[in-house]
């Protein structure tokens, strides 16, 4: 099977703040790592290459030194590395970065199987699975919790929608979105690391690709962001008990019963 | 292709019944909005959960009846609602719920539309026909405003339990039945199990009353039980305690876990991290117990008290 793995770059944190004098998110002194549903995502795509063989390459879209991520993914076992950087791609949304994704899939051609993570820890928005599918007019399974194959074109999948349970057979080609409960990620070994620096890690601009420039970047995104604020949570009055429980407890058994708080409803 | 002026909202459906994320939406679209309200429903021949939905009073339900649709997949749906726009028109907007099924049909239908879409969505408004959308990021420590001013429909996923759903008593809602809608089956998508798990755990975001333990409250688990069988509330913790073997993930609360709207929230030993306190904005009343008296969660709560959490349940265990 030849396998894509989508991967992004995230701040290692997601503990940031607006700094008051830009008004951006103040990103100083973060490094970036994998995303860590995309370590499911590659581990899924590796366990899948060891039964049934083939080729996992890893693709990121993003600045050069999302170069560092994918170099990860080559030493963790990815057999090559694709990395799509361009001034042309900066500021995309989900649709724009899709579509760059989808056409560099469309580039490598004859994938079978495409995995993502369920959602990036930054962004937060898990769309970018089901947008590359539709732009490669694959099917799509997301959220998958336990992936087997069944033959070298079908895999046995296991999720949850909410809390129904799900049992599916896909049939490639196919795009799957991964949970952190799928293929659980494994340390890099330093044989690996070391034999990493062999493989292939290449770059494609705008121009490797027959791409619209139209769809590209900010002036391809729908979506415009125009306010970034720090999340201003409701304050309640806070009133405090008695600090003796028993009177505190007596305090709250009065509140409770006179607001009504304690009825049945139907 | 024509463009209707008209707010659009799937019908999201579990096993037998609506989704109340749904009656949520419906709601919250008529608050925010002139513009009618069409719900989408796709059900088997034999259901009729447009008798339903209607109580909460949109202006129309479009109603899909085909058994195959029924339970399908996210190509399949997503081609049908594809093909309700080509037969009805592009609505203003299309909201879904940011369940695990509208996060996935959502976006496969936006890259089929080439339009903008805003997940997981905490809050919407108008400006006119603009649909303003506030979104998280950063895992809830950064809110974003968002707005697709040149594309049409404007969509966005929602998150349950953000928005009170109201019946309304008025019955004007107009109910239009499609048998002729084309869409592709996906061939390649077998669903062999389709099924609630036999243990189901008391359903938290639905709750009317939940004692939520944290890790200074773990310990205290049997008088937190015996509280929760007085009043008859559920269990929840945060985060921190699904680790342990007598909590599961269906337990959590939070940004991550459930959003929850109780009548009444009692928190103990909960320090009230931004990842928790998303997850409670809706409980109508919050107390919270903690020997901190800085801690962050007494700011989010109506009543506060200083101490620990077993002399507290214990007394409260008495007088109840
Ligand atoms: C991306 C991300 C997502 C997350 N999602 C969630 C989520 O969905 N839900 C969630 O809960 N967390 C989530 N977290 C974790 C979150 O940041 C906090 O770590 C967590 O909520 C803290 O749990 P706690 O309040 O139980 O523990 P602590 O922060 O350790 O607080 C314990 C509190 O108990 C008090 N205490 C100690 N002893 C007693 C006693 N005897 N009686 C009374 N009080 C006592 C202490 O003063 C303290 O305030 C997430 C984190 C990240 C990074
Ligand atoms: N710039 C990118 N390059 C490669 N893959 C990406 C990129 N952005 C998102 N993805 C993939 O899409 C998934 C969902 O991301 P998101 O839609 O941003 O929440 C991630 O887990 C990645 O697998």
Redesign the interface.
């Known amino acids: 099977m030849k396998i894509v793995v989508g991967l992004k770059q995230v701040p290692e944190t997601t503990n940031v703040k607006i700094n008051e004098k830009t008004k951006n998110i103040d990103r100083r002194g973060v490094s970036g790592v994998i995303n860590k549903y995309d370590r499911n995502a590659l581990q899924t795509a590796l366990d899948i290459r060891d039964v049934v063989g083939g080729t996992v390459i890893a693709m990121s879209m993003g600045p050069n030194d999302f170069a560092v991520s994918l170099q990860e993914a080559l030493s963790l076992g990815a057999d090559e590395a694709v990395l799509l950087s361009d001034r042309a791609f900066g500021g995309a949304d989900t649709l724009a970065t899709g579509y760059v994704l989808a056409e560099a899939i469309k580039k490598i051609g004859g994938v079978d199987l495409v995995i993502m993570g369920q959602q990036s820890v930054d962004a937060d928005t898990g769309q970018m699975g089901p947008i590359v599918a539709e732009m490669l007019g694959i099917s799509q399974v997301t959220y998958a919790d336990e992936i087997q194959p069944k033959s070298d074109n079908e895999l046995r999948i296991k999720r949850y929608d909410d809390n129904i349970e799900q049992e599916i057979i896909a049939k490639t080609p196919l795009m799957l979105t991964t949970t952190g409960n799928a293929g659980k990620p494994e340390y890099v070994n330093v044989v690996e690391i070391k034999n990493s620096f062999e493989k292939p890690l290449t770059t494609w601009t705008s121009k490797d690709m027959p791409v619209d420039s139209n769809r590209l970047g900010q002036s391809g995104s729908p979506t415009v962001v125009r306010r970034i604020m720090s999340p201003e949570p409701k304050e309640r009055a806070g009133k405090m008990l008695s600090t003796d429980a028993t009177k505190a407890a007596e305090e709250l058994a009065g509140i409770l019963h006179e607001e009504n708080l304690l009825a049945e409803e139907d | 292709m024509t463009d209707i002026r008209e707010n659009w909202i799937f019908a999201e459906k ?2 037998n019944k609506i989704n109340s994320a749904t009656f949520q939406l419906i709601t919250k679209m008529k608050s925010i909005s002139e513009i009618p309200v069409t719900v989408v429903l796709l059900e088997s021949q034999a259901d009729s959960f447009e008798n339903e939905i209607k109580q909460y009073g949109p202006d129309k339900i479009l109603t899909v009846k085909d058994d195959e649709l029924d339970k399908a ?3 399949s749906v ?1 081609s049908a609602l594809s093909g309700l726009i080509d037969k009805f028109g592009t609505p203003i907007s299309f909201i879904f719920a940011a ?3 509208g ?6 239908l ?3 539309l ?7 969505c905490l809050d919407l408004s108008f400006e006119d026909d603009l649909l ?1 959308q506030t ?17 049409k429909p404007q969509m966005a996923t929602v998150r349950p339990n953000i928005f009170k759903a109201e019946k309304v008593f008025d019955d004007t809602t107009k109910i239009v039945e499609i048998n002729d809608l084309n869409w592709d089956k ?1 061939a ?10 036999a243990k ?1 755990d008391e359903n938290l975001a639905t709750a ?2 939940i004692v939520a333990l944290g890790r200074g409250g773990k310990q205290d688990l049997n008088n937190a039980n015996e509280l929760a069988n007085k ?2 509330a559920t269990v929840g913790v945060t985060r921190p305690l699904t680790d342990m073997d007598e909590f599961d993930q ?1 337990q959590q609360i939070g940004q991550s876990g459930e959003t929850v709207a109780p ?2 929230l009692i928190n103990l030993g909960v320090s009230g991290s ?1 990842q928790f ?2 997850g409670i ?1 809706n409980a ?4 919270s117990v903690n020997t901190d008296k800085h801690a962050p969660i ?10 620990s959490s077993e ?2 349940l ?3 265990n ?3």
């Open positions: 579990s096993i997949d996210d190509v997503a369940t695990t099924f996060r996935s049909v959502a976006p496969r936006q890259a089929k080439l339009t903008g879409l805003t997940a997981d303003v979104k998280p990021s950063y895992g809830d420590n950064i809110m974003c405003e968002i707005v697709i001013p040149d594309f996906d390649n998508i077998q669903i062999t199990t389709h099924v609630l798990p189901t009317d009353r009043i008859n269906s009548d009444l931004v306190t998303a904005e109508n009343t919050i107390v007494f700011k989010q709560s109506d009543y506060c008290f200083n101490g002399d507290f214990k007394a409260l008495k007088v109840l």
